[in-house]
């Protein structure tokens, strides 16, 4: 869209409504911005500066505290089922097998549920759960809409965060590499092809590539990466502020071009009639390249045959010659084809003028490249000569002065961990956004994340050991009951809050009540070399959802009616609906069917086939109407077999299955 003509984003719309309902005017920013909350250095309570201790303990007591101000009576613990299942969940998105269920309830060691926390971070299910989290928040995505032209190695930078998060690369790092890419210094091969393959951070937008108006596509490109920096890392929209200074938040349209000019500086471009992304080839060892050399002279070889054959005018008519040259050609261009990686081409050093209007053809001044002034608590970077800067604006990202980057990240960790953030909105801290509910436990969380080293894995592994993570989402005393009533919204955590389960989730765990989930997925491209749009495409692949294709133009029923995160656009916190056709597909679709008679097969010859079907879809032992019901319909039943599947199919439209609680 135009510069001139473009949309305001929700987040402003929305801000822009309230003021106009307030009678409030629109200023360039306003009044006192500069000191909002967010963009305050952190302020961690005495007692964490004077030891770092225990954290979650630390957790327990600004909760405690806020629940004893607004008179609640905090939930007890949670039965250890239902906290062995929310575990598993929470950290591999999987449900416990009976197996580990038992394990884990035959275990009456002080130290049980701590070992089972531990072996569950070290499991490589964490990063497959944690890196769909993150992929969410930088609208990952293996195509464009448009054309649905598919994107064949962006499956590398999912595979780069499922490694990182299993790895527990820590987050600076984490983030430096995908902001920064290849003008990190490397030590190895391996550093540099992570390097660029973090850096596909970049390129995974959605644009308009056949918009004629190369430059205007160019600035297009970088607002939408802008939006993605500011919200993904800093909690700000910063693209309200491409055509005028930002009218609610202290973001001028200087500091929009000063970092536009930083990412003007790198090519993700290939300009054609439709513009494509670009490619850069994975470096490689040397006798790596000897094999890719051999490979590529076999392609050569074969299209010159090809070209000798049509060549021959003098040969009798050859037809099944030809079809089998070109599909020799074809197989060894495949093969022929080296590893590359979607990351930007460095350009060198630009600055942007301030564009009035947002119009390209109508410049200002020229600024220098920059960062954000209002969350500059130092001097500003200082900027090379050659470079684009991406390398000083990923430094200034995550400097221990600039207050942003840890609250967002721990806000977001909070979110996965408890349903809802500390600031709710977690996309946005800028003054149209939430206030945190705990302000000062905010604040000890990131500074005991920057403490300890930027560490994903401590910083749950804090979360979920916390007394508020184990409580029970359903109160059993009255008086508890009637005191957490008052607090319908779980704002301060005196409880845990039952959520739906997420669409990846809920399938995973149909897979693994069923058929079972294929193992791989890392190293492999989720679809065809040869596929050349996502239009009308269809899986049947049993593997993790994480490993399916996420096609903006075919997006699989069964995650997109259950509120699969739109790959287009930043999404911290995904829509929760309740709505019609969650309830049909469960009730009607092939797939669940399916499912539920791999179920029944399953437990068939178990001994107590009631009691092993329960463990295999819920997590828990029937209680003891369900067992009667379940008994009765059995012995009503003419087949066995059928009867199991239809209580497997009943059972996976429970609330138990599809909520986590």
Not at 213 to 239: N, P, S
Request: a neutral charge; aromatic letters at 6%; proline letters at 7%.
């Amino acid at each position: 869209m135009p510069l001139g003509t473009r949309h305001w984003t929700p987040a402003c719309l929305r801000a822009a409504v309230l003021c106009v309902l307030a009678g409030l005017t629109f200023a360039a920013g306003p009044s006192g911005a500069d000191a909002h909350w967010a963009y305050t250095p952190l302020t961690p309570s005495a007692e964490h500066r004077s030891s770092h201790g225990n954290l979650s303990a630390r957790i327990d007591h600004h909760l405690r505290e806020a629940a004893t101000r607004h008179n609640l009576l905090p939930a007890g613990p949670a039965d250890r089922t239902t906290l062995c299942r929310r575990l598993h969940i929470v950290l591999t998105g999987l449900p416990p097998t009976p197996d580990e269920l038992h394990a884990f309830l035959r275990d009456d060691s002080p130290t049980a549920y701590e070992t089972r926390v531990d072996r569950l971070l070290a499991s490589p299910a964490f990063g497959e759960r944690w890196a769909r989290h993150w992929l969410d928040v930088v609208r990952y995505a293996d195509s464009v809409t448009l054309r649905g032209l598919v994107f064949q190695e962006a499956w590398r930078y999912r595979d780069y965060v499922i490694d990182s998060f299993n790895r527990d690369r820590p987050v600076d790092a984490f983030i430096r590499e995908q902001v920064a890419g290849a003008l990190l210094p490397a030590a190895s091969i391996d550093d540099q092809r992570r390097h660029l393959v973090a850096s596909t951070f970049w390129v995974l937008g959605d644009a308009n590539l056949e918009e004629q108006d190369k430059r205007q596509l160019e600035l297009d490109v970088i607002d939408e990466q802008l939006d993605v920096l500011g919200k993904a890392f800093l909690g700000q929209t910063i693209a309200c502020a491409r055509c005028h200074d930002h009218k609610f938040d202290p973001i001028p349209a200087r500091d929009y071009h000063a970092l536009a000019g930083i990412l003007s500086g790198v090519r993700t471009l290939v300009h054609e009639n439709v513009s494509g992304w670009t490619e850069i080839p994975l470096p490689v060892s040397e006798t790596e390249e000897q094999r890719w050399a051999a490979a590529e002279a076999r392609s050569k070889k074969a299209e010159t045959d090809l070209k000798a054959a049509k060549a021959n005018t003098n040969a009798p008519p050859s037809k099944p010659e030809l079809r089998a040259l070109e599909s020799r050609l074809a197989e060894t261009r495949r093969a022929a084809r080296r590893p590359h990686a979607m990351a930007p081409v460095e350009i060198g050093a630009t600055n942007l003028p301030v564009l009035r209007r947002g119009n390209w053809k109508t410049p200002g001044e020229v600024v220098q490249r920059g960062v954000l002034t209002v969350a500059s608590r130092t001097p500003a970077p200082a900027f090379p000569a050659r470079d684009s800067g991406r390398l000083q604006l990923a430094d200034w990202l995550v400097d221990p002065s600039n207050p942003m980057t840890a609250r967002v990240f721990v806000n977001r960790a909070w979110h996965w961990v408890f349903g809802a953030g500390l600031v709710r909105s977690t996309d946005n801290f800028g003054t149209t956004g939430d206030l945190p509910s705990h302000p000062e436990l905010l604040d000890e969380l990131a500074a005991a994340f920057i403490h300890d080293g930027w560490s994903l894995k401590r910083l749950v592994r804090s979360l979920v050991l916390s007394e508020a993570f184990q409580r029970s989402s359903d109160p059993i005393a009255p008086a508890v009951a009637a005191s957490l009533a008052q607090d319908a919204a779980n704002q301060w955590l005196a409880r845990f809050a039952r959520r739906p389960l997420e669409a990846e989730v809920l399938r995973d765990t149909l897979l693994r009540a069923g058929d079972g989930i294929d193992s791989g997925g890392m190293g492999e491209a989720p679809m065809s070399a040869t596929l050349a749009a996502d239009f009308d495409f269809r899986s049947d692949s049993q593997r993790r959802s994480i490993f399916l294709p996420v096609f903006r133009n075919a997006r699989p029923e069964g995650l997109s009616v259950f509120d699969m995160a739109d790959p287009s656009r930043v999404t911290g916190s995904r829509e929760r609906s309740t709505v019609a056709p969650q309830a049909l597909y469960l009730l009607n679709n092939p797939f669940v069917h399916e499912q539920a008679r791999a179920a029944a097969k399953a437990v068939l010859d178990a001994p107590d086939p009631v009691l092993a079907l329960w463990l295999r879809t819920l997590a828990r032992p029937p209680h003891p109407g369900e067992r009667s019901r379940a008994e009765q319909h059995l012995l009503a039943s003419q087949s066995k077999p059928q009867a199991l599947a239809e209580l497997a199919h009943a059972l996976f439209g429970t609330l138990d299955f599809r909520t986590l609680h």
